[in-house]
């Protein structure tokens, strides 16, 4: 451990930033259910890394607590939103978002 430099906080949460934009571009700017749902899970992720650096920043289980749940939380959604897609989209030869307002009555 001599000789390692910390990392500041501050290039976390550069990190997370730039992770959860890239998320929010996946999900405003694709069409495809399967991308919007994994760029919902790198914002679930960015936030992810937020809880665990202010966590070691702080000497505090509580973000590690958080991210627990998050990662919990962000699997029941994947699971269930994949579910939805597929079933939706069984039949389709096209698969976009958009297509889901054919399903009102």
Not at 74 to 93: N, Q
Request: aromatic share 10%; glycine share 6%; net charge neutral.
């Amino acid at each position: 451990m001599t000789g390692e430099l910390p990392v500041a906080i501050i290039n976390y949460v550069f990190l997370s930033s730039v992770i959860f934009f890239i998320g929010v571009a996946g999900v405003l700017l694709r069409r495809n259910p399967l991308i919007i749902l994994m760029s919902i899970e790198l914002m679930w992720n960015a936030a992810n890394l937020l809880f665990l650096s202010f966590a070691k920043a702080w000497a505090n289980n509580a973000g590690q607590i958080f991210a627990f749940l998050v990662i919990t939380v962000a699997a029941a959604e994947a699971a269930i939103g994949l579910a939805i897609v597929v079933t939706v989209f069984r039949a389709a030869k096209n698969v976009d978002v958009d297509d889901v307002r054919s399903l009102q009555g």
